[in-house]
């Protein structure tokens, strides 16, 4: 696959695709936080060990960024609601 067609994305541009192709809305530092608590897959290139941590632009292939939106556990996930199955409209009570 050629860069062009699998780019190195930084930080701001993953979280854009997020929001743009997957309709998820995080903010930087959120992805940031995911990364570091392996919620969110590690960076495709790291960039340079050397520098200080604050200083890094580690970069996400968009293939690495589309599988982990792909395979993410949603909020829904997280407050045990079922997955709608596609197709199908989840209607809403007065208790919901």
Same mark, same amino acid.
């Given at each position: ?29 959120? &992805?940031? !936080?995911? =990364?570091?608590?392996? *919620? @969110? ?8 060990? $050397? ?25 829904? &996930?997280? !407050?045990? =609601?079922?997955?709608? *199955? @596609? ?8 208790? $919901?």
């Amino acid at each position: 696959m050629s860069e062009q067609a699998d780019p190195l994305l930084t930080v701001a541009q993953v979280v854009e695709r997020l929001a743009r192709l997957h309709d998820i809305r995080i903010g930087s530092s959120t &992805w940031t !936080k995911y =990364v570091s608590g392996g *919620q @969110a897959p590690p960076a495709d290139d790291p960039d340079d060990e $050397d520098r200080p941590v604050n200083r890094r632009r580690p970069r996400w292939l968009a293939s690495t960024v589309d599988r982990y939106a792909k395979n993410r556990r949603g909020l829904a &996930w997280a !407050k045990g =609601v079922p997955k709608v *199955q @596609a197709g199908q409209s989840r209607t809403r009570t007065p208790t $919901d």
